[in-house]
């Protein structure tokens, strides 16, 4: 869902800016010291070339001091003169060497100073580079995927919807920290530098235009705030995040999120199972490693298990959604299944089962991606 006025809000949070700053993934450069040395030999060649030309042509120059022109008298030439200082002490006396001058020196003296500026040249080459390409970007990005927070369980969450075919183009990145975007910027992604808490910050991902958005944060109060935040930039997006203690989550909800994950609790529960029962614990650590052992998917009702009870279908049905209400596969209701319904399913990883439709793999790709 697009608000008005959002793109106009990303244009003045351009032009005020505030220590936030987009960063796109970027091919991989030479090592900058690499660089230098081969301008700097490219200069030496440029300047050893003019001293041949002169030296080769030393009859048509005169020296005032001695009139003849020796090998340093060329050196000292070539280098006044690509460096455009031009003393007037050794001058072209002859139509030949004048010649040479115009047509082979003047323009070996402004490839000297290219390669010498070279740097600045390509600095500006650079920065509008990066401004086509950021502008690019903007224009193109829709329905995409932002994650607040690239740690632990930013990186898994990303990972899992990778596993399911989200691409890496449509995912953008927000941390406070700078070595955290280099590391995003090195899987391909692309990163926003700055405070999530800060709507300008959320407006440069494109939040406004974003059909997900993962919070991540290291706080519960940061994640409450960033939530808060992207759920006023976009009324329609779906926003799931995570805190680390349980009484928190009533307020991520009455923020905006749809769906919040305590990431303490969860781990505790999943501790004690494995202490009660290690086998049980393993299952469900399978469930939750995407593509490893059984993978627990949502995917739409196929129209051959239209009618039929959960029971029937190729899959293990755990729970139907229904509309915005959530059937668990033992209550009656859940049966007959519907054509308007999802199922949240749990199959093999990789499985090929007939009612999966047909994406990568033979899984079912989770509603949302």
């Known amino acids: 869902m697009k608000l008005p006025g959002r793109d106009v809000m ?3 949070a351009d032009e005020h800016l ?3 700053r987009v960063k796109l993934p970027k091919a991989i450069v030479e090592h900058p010291l690499r660089q230098v040395a081969q301008r700097l030999m490219m200069a030496l060649g440029v300047l050893a070339l003019t001293v041949l030309i002169v030296w080769l042509d030393r009859d048509g120059y005169r020296d005032n001091k001695d009139v003849d022109v020796s090998l340093l008298d060329a050196v000292y030439y070539a280098t006044v003169t690509l460096s455009t200082t031009g003393y007037g002490d050794i ?4 139509d030949a060497a004048r010649l040479i001058n115009v047509f082979v020196v003047t323009p070996l003296r402004v490839v000297f100073l290219i390669i010498l500026i070279g740097t600045t040249l390509e600095a500006l080459a650079e920065r509008t580079r990066e401004e086509w390409r950021q502008k690019r970007w903007r224009s193109a990005l829709r329905e995409h995927t932002v ?11 990303l990972e899992t919807l990778r596993a399911t075919g989200l691409k890496q183009e449509r995912v953008v990145v927000i941390d406070p920290s700078d070595k955290v975007i280099e590391a995003a910027n090195a899987e391909g992604l692309t990163g926003v530098l700055g405070d999530a808490t800060r709507s300008d910050v959320l407006l440069r991902a494109e939040v406004q235009k974003a059909r997900q958005i993962i919070v991540a944060t290291q706080r519960d109060d940061t994640a409450v705030l960033v939530t808060l935040t992207a759920r006023q930039l976009n009324r329609g997006a779906k926003i799931v995040a995570a805190v680390r203690e349980e009484e928190n989550a009533p307020l991520l909800r009455q923020s905006g999120a749809d769906a919040v994950i305590t990431s303490a609790s969860a781990a505790g529960r999943l501790l004690g199972l494995s ?3 290690p086998s049980a614990g393993t299952v469900l650590e399978g469930l939750i490693q995407q593509g490893t052992g059984l993978d627990l998917v949502e995917r739409p009702v196929t129209k051959a298990e239209v009618g039929r009870s959960v029971r029937e279908t190729h899959d293990l049905v755990v729970s139907v959604l229904r509309g915005h209400r959530l059937i668990g ?4 209701e859940a049966s007959p299944l519907q054509l308007t319904d999802r199922v949240i399913t749990i199959v093999r990883a990789n499985s090929t089962a007939p009612s999966n439709t047909g994406s990568p793999g033979g899984r079912s790709v989770p509603r949302g991606e």
């Not at 001058?91 to 002859?94: D, F, L, M």
Request: glycine content about 14%.
């Open 147 to 157: 994650v607040v927070g690239f740690g632990t369980k930013g990186r898994s969450a």
């Open 18 to 20: 505030t220590g936030a």
């Open 275 to 277: 202490v009660l029962s």
């Open 91 to 94: 001058v072209p006396v002859t």
């Open 10 to 12: 990303a244009r003045q």
């Open 329 to 332: 596969y033992d209550d009656p």
